[in-house]
């Protein structure tokens, strides 16, 4: 794991004989180097996939003022995005974007978008997305995901409180998009104790099925 000084917003995770790259954002209340984030981009990196982690500006203000600040709204967090898949097409790698909750539903908007990343971009991975806020089941944030047309893998855990098996399986995605189900996990892919599993094992099982699709 490395800070390039070429690419200085990047947080790089590297993979021996990469065949691609993903761009992975964080979600909306944790920096790119928390404990998951870092231990979903090793993990990613194993399966033969570069991984480059970045912070939306909120983030970074947090970081340098050690306050906490709100994420910005969706077209400042798409700008930037945009701007770091531009900064990320000199590594010379087939991108892939992607993010966990907050940053997995940026990577998917900005996708969908014609005008934005579709040039650049071969699909998206999101890490526990955010279908719903946590107990507001009607508040469905879905309706970008029909005009998106890139492949997307959603890994989610069963237990995720922001959209649960029995809820995902009603919203008619479009076929192009992938649901892969961590039994047992929570938003942060964290099991039950007496399931016998660990955080580990579910990040490793996500990796795979990352892999499985770039």
């Given at each position: 794991?490395?800070?390039?000084?070429?690419?200085?917003?990047?947080?790089?995770?590297?993979?021996?004989?990469?065949?691609?790259?993903?761009?992975?954002?964080?979600?909306?209340?944790?920096?790119?180097?928390?404990?998951?984030?870092?231990?979903?981009?090793?993990?990613?990196?194993?399966?033969?996939?570069?991984?480059?982690?970045?912070?939306?500006?909120?983030?970074?203000?947090?970081?340098?003022?050690?306050?906490?600040?709100?994420?910005?709204?969706?077209?400042?967090?798409?700008?930037?995005?945009?701007?770091?898949?531009?900064?990320?097409?000199?590594?010379?790698?087939?991108?892939w974007i992607g993010g966990k909750s907050m940053g997995g539903r940026m990577a998917s908007m900005l996708a969908a978008e014609?005008?934005?990343?579709?040039?650049?971009?071969?699909?998206?991975?999101?890490?526990?997305?955010?279908?719903?806020?946590?107990?507001?089941?009607?508040?469905?944030?879905?309706?970008?995901?029909?005009?998106?047309?890139?492949?997307?893998?959603?890994?989610?855990?069963?237990?995720d409180p922001f959209g649960k098996p029995d809820e995902v399986c009603g919203y008619g995605l479009p076929g192009n998009i992938?649901?892969?189900?961590?039994?047992?996990?929570?938003?942060?892919?964290?099991?039950?104790?007496?399931?016998?599993?660990?955080?580990?094992?579910?990040?490793?099982?996500?990796?795979?099925?990352?892999?499985?699709?770039?």
């Open positions: 794991m490395s800070l390039t000084s070429d690419l200085p917003d990047l947080l790089i995770n590297a993979a021996e004989q990469p065949r691609a790259l993903l761009l992975l954002a964080h979600g909306a209340g944790a920096p790119m180097d928390s404990d998951f984030m870092s231990l979903m981009a090793a993990a990613v990196a194993e399966q033969g996939i570069c991984v480059a982690r970045f912070e939306f500006p909120y983030m970074q203000r947090r970081r340098n003022e050690a306050r906490k600040f709100p994420p910005d709204r969706a077209p400042k967090l798409l700008a930037h995005f945009q701007q770091v898949v531009d900064q990320a097409a000199s590594m010379g790698l087939p991108i014609p005008s934005l990343a579709r040039g650049l971009v071969k699909g998206v991975i999101a890490l526990g997305y955010p279908f719903h806020p946590p107990g507001k089941p009607d508040n469905v944030r879905t309706e970008h995901l029909q005009s998106l047309r890139l492949p997307m893998l959603i890994c989610q855990g069963t237990r992938q649901v892969r189900w961590l039994e047992g996990g929570d938003h942060d892919f964290k099991p039950l104790k007496r399931s016998g599993r660990t955080q580990e094992e579910l990040i490793a099982e996500a990796a795979k099925q990352v892999s499985g699709l770039i």
